[in-house]
């Protein structure tokens, strides 16, 4: 079978450990040191029934509240194991902080999550495929139910926009449903392309990207539809879909922002290290949900036909809000400028579009 189908079918563990990473001092990295034995070897344990994993987790900040550490485990036999962890050793950031200690059982992170502190260093576990192992923080599937949510959702805002103006809509809900398409396929490359050829995850800036191609062109030589009356009914589902969508981001632990203590951090994770983080892709979804509704209330008050400068005001908005907000992911940057770069392209398309869309 394909590599990607294997790898989810593979048999794995995800084991965590729960910390305290105390209230004063800066932040640190800690190794833990994961062993485990499968239970009910008659006999001398053969390869594949023990493991020995020590991992290095970066920037836990004291002050944070409890801090969930987790490793993934492959190339082990299928069955129930009996895991223990003990932190090994700490390498200081900054000044010395205390070493880390377990956390205190029974307790929870901080709110708004509900994730419950399990008691002890030791624990059995069951091995299973990735989509059925449980990561604290995490919510299996999410991803997909609400990508999907935010795609009927905006097919619907686009056709019940074209209806309500009297327009064709099913050959323009047919070519959005190729626009969501080819955003997909340039999300998955430009992951690959900034990753290093990785292809286990998604850019948003490359659905964005895609999706706009395939709407420019059906705009220009597309259905039956004014050119600026497409880009209008487009432009808020993109958006509104977009926010409902990016909300995935959170549960399924991807694209985190940076750890914090600050009080206006999340309790959230990346898979690998759960803790107090700065919620950018809830931020994100937010703005795209802001202005996806700010470019709707314009569509409705103007009207379709001469909405279609709305196209350029609102993605050049939503670029520049989001530029802003990528400074708080934990994220090393591939190009210094990048950011500064997009942000006045993006700046100088926004000023374009108000001044089209006030010339009407």
């Known amino acids: ?28 990295s800690a190794t833990v040191r ?4 499968r239970t009910g070897v008659a006999g001398k344990p053969g390869p594949g029934d023990t493991f020995t994993r020590e991992e290095t987790y970066n920037g836990i900040l004291p002050g944070s509240g409890p801090v969930a550490v987790t490793a993934e485990v492959r190339g ?23 070493p880390p200690k377990p956390a205190a059982a029974g307790g929870r992170v901080p709110l708004p999550r509900r994730v419950t502190v ?21 919510i299996r599937y999410a991803y997909a139910c609400l990508v999907a949510l935010g795609v009927l959702t905006g097919l619907g805002i686009t056709g019940a926009l074209l209806a309500a103006a009297h327009y064709p809509v099913l050959e323009p809900e047919l070519l959005s449903v190729a ?8 999300g998955k490359l430009w992951y690959a392309a900034v990753s290093g ?39 808020p589902a993109l958006l509104i ?60 008050t103007v009207g379709l036909p001469r909405s279609g400068p709305v196209a350029v005001v609102a993605i050049g908005a939503y670029t520049l809000v989001r530029q802003a907000i990528l400074g708080l992911r934990d994220e090393p940057r591939h190009w210094r400028h990048g950011r500064v770069v997009t942000a006045a392209l993006a700046g100088l398309a926004l000023i374009a579009g108000m001044v089209l869309l006030a010339a009407g």
């Open 76 to 98: 082990i036999n299928s069955g129930t194991w009996s895991v223990t962890a003990r932190p090994v050793t700490q390498a200081a950031t900054g000044h010395p902080a205390p």
């Open 197 to 235: 050829r990785k292809w286990d995850g998604w850019c948003i800036q490359g659905f964005v990207g895609g999706a706009a191609v395939v709407v420019a062109a059906v705009a220009i030589a597309g259905p039956d539809v004014p050119k600026g009356v497409f880009l209008a009914a487009a432009t």
């Open 1 to 28: 079978m394909p590599r990607w189908a294997a790898k989810a079918l593979e048999q794995l563990l995800h084991v965590t450990y729960w910390l305290d990473p105390g209230e004063d001092g800066e932040a640190f």
């Open 241 to 300: 879909g977009m926010g409902i969508g990016r909300h995935a981001c959170f549960w399924a632990g991807c694209c985190a922002g940076r750890p914090t203590a600050s009080r206006w951090g999340i309790w959230s994770s990346d898979r690998r290290l759960g803790c107090r983080r700065m919620p950018v892709q809830l931020l994100e979804a937010w703005t795209a949900l802001a202005v996806g509704a700010a470019s709707l209330g314009i569509v409705l």
């Open 179 to 186: 626009a969501v398409t080819a955003g997909v396929i340039g």
């Open 118 to 138: 399990p008691a002890g260093p030791n624990a059995t576990a069951r091995t299973t495929t990735v989509l059925r192992s449980k990561v604290p923080g995490v």
């Open 34 to 37: 994961f062993t485990g034995q």
